[in-house]
């Protein structure tokens, strides 16, 4: 088994060296956001150095504005539900509070 790299021409620099496929290292494409390293028909083969170059710009990559707002607007509606969830918890612990207290004042009279 050769465990060597493929030497050919870099998709990136045009240069003979060592190949490794670029596979990007995130998982927006399990949660459906297309970016541009997911939507690429096939991944290039890169010398190490604008291997290094490429991952350097997928990690650093602010993403799409659009997408960035839709998760914003997810984010809050997360903490909306969130509040929503604690207001309701802290009703029913006040009017069963208020529930009790009556059965106890009733039981006294």
Not at 59 to 85: L, T, Y
Request: some cysteine.
């Amino acid at each position: 088994m050769n465990t060597q790299p493929l030497e050919a021409r870099c998709d990136h620099c045009k240069q003979q060296r060592p190949l490794f496929l670029y596979e990007p290292d995130h998982d927006f494409h399990l949660t459906g956001i297309t970016c541009e390293w997911c939507a690429r028909d096939r991944q290039p083969l890169l010398c190490t150095r604008c291997w290094s170059a490429e991952k350097q710009r997928e990690e650093s990559d602010p993403g799409d504005p659009q997408d960035n707002a839709a998760g914003a607007a997810f984010a809050q509606m997360v903490q909306n539900n969130a509040r929503h969830i604690a207001r309701q918890e802290a009703d029913k612990v006040a009017l069963d509070g208020i529930a009790e207290a009556t059965k106890r004042a009733e039981a006294g009279s």
